[in-house]
Nanobody, 119 residues
């Protein structure tokens, strides 16, 4: 498995920006896809964005398209989630996760970081 540590959450006003970081360590990261998920109070965890370590292909959930951007720094083994034009409905605990390519499931998770967007 991969060890993941998130950081960068906080309180921001609607319309503001935050950048989340996910520091990864462990097995060969080039064979993983990295994802960001979020879970709001009383709601199920939902997919936000994902990126391949190798090649950098990205995917986004519809609610965040055009506002959020996922990227990775191979030298630093870090994945980022740049969040712009934040809305109160983006308030949630954000989790970083790793999926071995071909497995179809995320098997490593970070501890989560709280993002709160005030109106």
């Amino acid at each position: 498995q991969v060890q993941l540590i998130e950081s960068g959450g906080g309180l921001v006003q609607a319309g503001g920006s935050l950048r989340l970081s996910c520091a990864a360590s462990g097995r060969a990261l080039s064979s993983y896809a990295m994802g960001w998920f979020r879970q709001a109070p009383g709601k199920e965890r939902e997919f936000v964005a994902a990126i391949l370590w190798s090649g950098g292909k990205t995917w986004y959930a519809d609610p965040v398209k055009g506002r959020f951007s996922i990227s990775r720094d191979n030298a630093e083994n870090t994945v980022y989630l740049q969040m712009n034009s934040l809305k109160p409905e983006d308030t949630a605990v954000y989790y970083c996760a790793a999926q071995p390519l071909g497995s179809g499931r995320y098997d490593s998770w970070g501890q989560g970081t709280q993002v709160t967007v005030s109106s």
